[in-house]
């Protein structure tokens, strides 16, 4: 379009009382000030809102430009929102915006929620959008609940089997609790959580895979979705499992145990036993020792008893005689027990 004029303006000569230079600045400053005036006032927009009965003044647009604000992100969901008959004013959804949040998503939300007959103000679908949830994908939940698959579950039931259960639990979001509420991943432990406690409790497995109902019917009067951004409408068994056999792994691993305790308690006896015999053993060569040295005194007693006149010859001649008869049926005595073997 600027290009048009100019060479319109061009091969009609140049502005009376100027030449042709300073005609073509003329000219080129009148276009950027055309495109500048263009950029600042949006009028595409201005007139597409009037023309969807949602106005918003010239003023108003100006001065998204200054507080930078792209318009088409006030002034598109903005005729969205007038269209599904929702009354939205433009300053909520300017501050919202500078405050980082997604309006067209704010915008959807309302819209859904209305047709739902959800009852949601802007202000608790902004809050929910500046919490960093997806406020559209939330009451989409709201209206179409979704269905939680939890991986498998492990528990043991009394009788010591293993059982492992795999759930669905179908939710749908809760307005009120979205801000600060707890997510999905609280939801599957919580209800893992039931899950493990109702199958624990049970006596036999085998009531468990008789009626898998006990355990969805426990779990949901626990109240699990308390402090969650989640209301639960049905926790439904999927598929049940039987496992190992903990019970029977744990007492065998049990008596494993106890048999290498009694092994290694044995083994220390033992050890205390031969430390007793070698001590034994140490005592008798001590005795032994100590016999030799007592014997080793003998004669040289003798000899001072002699030299003292305490002991005469004959009785000394009397005492080897019978050392000597005592060596002989020593002697006798070991040959009749050898010629016995």
């Not at 809050?127 to 492990?154: C, H, Y």
């Not at 497995?205 to 009626?211: A, G």
């Not at 426990?218 to 039987?242: C, P, R």
Request: glycine share 8%; hydrophobic share 50%.
């Amino acid at each position: 379009m600027g290009s048009i004029l100019v060479s319109h303006i061009l091969a009609s000569g140049p502005l009376p009382g100027l030449d042709l230079g300073l005609t073509v600045l003329v000219i080129i400053f009148a276009v950027i000030g055309f495109l500048v005036f263009l950029w600042i006032i949006p009028v595409r927009l201005w007139i597409a809102a009037w023309s969807s009965r949602a106005p918003i003044g010239i003023v108003q647009l100006v001065g998204m430009r200054l507080r930078r604000i792209p318009p088409a992100k006030i002034v598109n969901p903005r005729i969205m929102a007038v269209k599904a008959g929702l009354d939205i004013l433009v300053d909520k959804m300017e501050a919202h915006v500078l405050a980082g949040g997604n309006i067209e998503a704010v915008v959807l939300a309302l819209i859904s929620a209305d047709k739902a007959n959800i009852e949601l103000s802007f202000e608790r679908a902004a809050a929910i959008d500046l919490a960093g949830r997806n406020v559209f994908e939330a009451v989409q939940m709201s209206v179409i609940p979704k269905v939680i698959t939890t991986p498998k579950i492990a528990a043991v039931a009394k009788d010591g089997i293993q059982l492992m259960a795999i759930c669905r639990i179908t939710v749908r979001t809760n307005i009120e609790r979205l801000v600060g509420g707890a997510g999905e991943e609280t939801v599957v432990a919580r209800v893992g959580e039931g899950i493990v406690s109702t199958i624990g409790s049970s006596s036999d497995y085998k009531q468990v895979l008789e009626n898998p109902d006990r355990i969805s019917k426990n779990v949901l009067t626990k109240g699990l979705d308390a402090g969650t951004a989640f209301e639960i409408l049905s926790i439904d068994i999927a598929d049940v499992d039987v496992g190992a056999n903990i019970g029977a792994k744990l007492n065998t691993e049990k008596a494993e145990a106890d048999k290498k305790i009694a092994q290694a308690q044995a083994e220390s006896r033992r050890a205390l036993a031969v430390a007793a015999e070698q001590e034994m053993k140490a005592k008798v060569e001590e005795m032994r020792a100590r016999l030799v040295e007592a014997e080793a005194q003998v004669p040289i007693a003798m000899a001072d008893a002699l030299k003292k006149g305490n002991l005469g010859v004959m009785d000394y001649f009397q005492m080897k005689n019978i050392v000597s008869d005592t060596d002989m049926r020593s002697s006798i005595s070991g040959m009749g027990d050898r010629e016995k073997k």
